[in-house]
């Protein structure tokens, strides 16, 4: 850069000696005499010497000789110890800049050896949990024959669970998920290979949307690439009876059942005691529901819909966050109805883009304790202002992932001869059938053993409604690890 800048150097030099020579005749120099100190200066960085005689043939300037040694003298006299500290400054930047550049690859490569020990450590647990299922009798999986490797296009599959047992739907070695079950039994009838078994980024494997512990699936879609030819009656025999998989459809091949996906639908099925008045006294067996009480719970229920900012409905999200605001398209409330143990029972349907952790059990929970009066509607519009408020979380027995949406997918794929709309219509008597049998009746049954609700309902006057103490400078520093388990859809 400095090489570059010689010809400005001699450029302003000449005007400095030009202004220095009318000075030593009685004129008035029309630039202070720091300018053209300062530029021979640079001159001597560059060049480490003044070479006066060549910058006087670069220009027109008439000089006597005793002139230019006098100024020669003075500048390097003056400039010397100024030069000498600059180059030195120089070598050290240097030599600074060669050791940053060997400490920034001894970091990269130690980045690269941590990501080997992960992959491998994480291939080790995968293989030691289908050692413990051999062990505890489940059939040795056959080697892998070579002649079983067919082409695999992409699909979607439809999926109904009760996760009432399970640890949630993603795969995490050591526990019992609804991936992992899915997985042996797609293996079993080599719909996957073992490679994509253990690692299922190899089959393009995607879910709509993570369901969280306990929490059940109605409409679950997953992508991933199968044979052209499976049989979903053989799969479902290998899978639990809570388990099943309804439909298997061809997608296109960049279709991802996350991203193509536009909305989600929830359920939270609950007794309507939960929403009666706390300062009365009420029969779990004999509460029933009236019109007024009703029309309180889906106004409250409205005030959700539109574009907010649900930063007080998850963990650890600054309102400041533009993640923290989602679309809630639609938040309704059914007609009551009794269940078979004699129970009243409403389901609360909310539709929306897309939902962060636990945002949908702090929306039933505060709508509960709004409805019961153990706070007023005001909380609910400061809560979705900057404020951190303390907000009670309802239980997530009730909790369903109803539907997932491909409405674009649909209407730019669906009649194009070749693809099939993600609408599932033909089995939606299945489905129904299903989610009454194992999806519903788990819930009935469940609330009327254990009351969860009930005890649930005794800690509401526990929570504040107002301004938590936690420190918000821990929040925002815990922010990005909190954001691992933020994504969306990990109701």
Known sequence: ????????VFTYATHALTFHHCSLKGAEPRTPSVIWELNIKVMLIVNRTVNFTKLIAATNIT???????TLTTSLQQQTKGFAATMSEALDKLDQQQ???????????????DTKRQKRELKRRKWVDWKTQDE?????????????DRVKRKKCAILLSYCGAKYFGMQRNPGMQTIEEELFKAMLKHKWITEESFEAAQAACFQRAARTDKGVSAARQVCSIKLPDSVDIKSINEDLPEEIRVF???RVTKGFNAKDQCNARTYTYTLPSIAFADSTEKHDF????????????IRDVLQLYEGTKNFHNFTSRKNFLDPSAKRFIMSFTCSDPFITPQGLEFLTLKVKGQSFMLHQIRKMVGLAIAIARGN???????????????????APGLGLVLDTVHYERYNERYGSDGIHEPLTWAKQEDEIKDFIERYIYANIYETEHKERSMLEWLETLPLHSYDARRDDMQTTTDNEGSANKRNDDDDE
């Open 1 to 8: 850069k400095l090489q570059s800048a010689i010809p400005h």
């Open 63 to 69: 000089l006597s000789l005793p002139l230019c040694r």
């Open 98 to 112: 060669a050791q940053n550049k060997v400490e920034s690859a001894a970091v990269a490569e130690q980045l690269k």
């Open 135 to 147: 062990l505890a009798g489940d059939t040795k999986r056959p080697a892998f024959d070579p002649a």
């Open 247 to 249: 439909g298997v459809e």
């Open 285 to 296: 067996e004999s509460y029933r529901t009236d019109a007024a009480h009703l029309q309180k």
């Open 375 to 393: 706070t007023a509607v005001a909380t609910l519009e400061r809560a979705l202002a900057e404020e951190r408020l303390d907000l009670p979380m």
